[in-house]
């Protein structure tokens, strides 16, 4: 049985010219996840940062109710929650759709992640559990990019950097971190060119943890720093293609 969310204020948003998909989401089958003790708020999180509700795309509450067996009361609570997080927004007489992040929302999670990021690298030990995890997912993105399967670089750069703020051993920044990947997650999607966006990268995660093992967190972090400057230009540069404000 899921459990219940604690309810939130709702964030609205306006304006913009971003797609929108105003089928509801029953047109795809919600498999059972078996993670018994998480919210709902959890997996509908996980879901939409894995992808499976595209960016602008409304949410029918009843399929939903009926498919995750809550009532819409648990559900309602849940969207609240995800809404205060910044992955749903509430449209007046339209319902409850997926978050279309804008330029200024893109402008806000790389601010974050360059305060959170570098700074958890420039304190942090190379001999730290951690720095395996991070070897794992560059391992695991320079398969991926030779088997020409983009989808599973991005992924996997996703872990490299969830492994880089699990150097910190706070659960509070790796909440921090999981918010804000599923955010930026959405911007992916929004862009929908996941080589692009992921394939210059793989050779500079590499490079990231090579530093941070040979000549310490310092280094690492300032070039990081780079790193996250250049991967921001790329993402707003794609928005710019694509007339996205």
Known sequence: MLRSCYVLPRRRRSGGSLPTYDDPVSAEPIPDTGREDGTLAELLSARIAAGEFRPGRRLSEAELAERFSVSRNTLR???RVLAEQGLLEHVPHRGVSVTAPRVADVLDIYRVRRHLETGVLVKAAPRHPATAR???AVEAAEAAAAAGDWAGVGTANMAFHAALVSLSDSPRLGRTYRQLSAELRLAFLVIGDPQALHGAFVERNRSVLETFVADGGPAA????????TESERTVLGAYARLGLG
């Open 77 to 79: 609570e849940a969207f």
């Open 134 to 136: 991070m070897r794992g």
């Open 221 to 228: 972090a300032r070039e990081l720093e780079d790193y996250l």
